[in-house]
């Protein structure tokens, strides 16, 4: 399958089944607002190294969590039944986005680019894009950030200040998730951390199908 080259003058994209195999669909184009929003609704997301074109893509498989299939383990049950935990929306988006790149950078290093930052930042304050955060005992314990279009969440990336610190943000906006009749959670690729937490694949015919319900397409 070629590789699309999208115009930098024309928001569009190819139709999402023409993805290569490894889920890599079109290079090129900005991450304008509306360029952002077309993807998304479309199931199509960017995710690039700095320095490198903007790559989008659209896996076939796609890894998702249900809200109300959230796994909480026995570890973790115990450990939110010892601490005070409260979970804010918003709290300082542009803090967590780069708390999540930091954390990243530091570890096996981050697609998070002042490109990115700054690309999300306009995202977030045009209504789309959020952060999740959560306390533990009065102090900052970990959170994560994505975009939300109806009811369709899309994660981006997670950071965690203190042991589960991510995981509780994930359990506790699972739930507000499922409370509000979200569809579901696009982690985008499978990682063992999310597949811990109830996530799996499924086919792309089922997610479009879920897309297009919950965007409204």
Not at 19 to 42: I, M, N, P
Not at 186 to 197: K, V
Request: hydrophobic share 35%; charged share 25%.
């Amino acid at each position: 399958m070629p590789v699309y080259r999208l115009n930098k003058d024309e928001i569009s994209f190819p139709n999402p089944c023409y993805a290569r195999s490894d889920g890599l669909l079109a290079v090129g184009g900005d991450l304008s607002v509306e360029r952002l929003l077309l993807a998304y609704t479309h199931g199509i997301f960017p995710w690039y190294n700095p320095g490198e074109e903007i790559m989008w893509w659209c896996p076939r498989e796609r890894f998702v969590i249900f809200p109300q299939e959230i796994h909480i383990s026995h570890s973790m049950k115990k450990y939110m039944k010892k601490h005070q935990l409260s979970m804010a929306l918003n709290r300082d988006f542009g803090d967590t986005m780069h708390r999540c790149r930091m954390k990243r950078e530091n570890q096996e290093g981050t697609w998070i680019s002042d490109e990115m930052e700054e690309a999300y930042v306009r995202l977030h304050r045009a209504g789309y894009a959020v952060s999740v955060e959560v306390s533990e005992d009065g102090e900052l314990a970990g959170g994560f950030y994505g975009v939300c279009i109806g009811r369709c969440f899309f994660g981006e990336s997670m950071f965690s200040e203190k042991e589960n610190g991510s995981k509780t943000a994930l359990v506790l906006f699972a739930h507000l998730l499922e409370r509000k009749e979200f569809l579901f959670i696009d982690c985008q690729f499978h990682t063992e951390h999310l597949a811990s937490m109830g996530g799996r694949y499924i086919a792309w015919e089922e997610y479009d199908g879920l897309l297009r319900e919950g965007t409204d397409l």
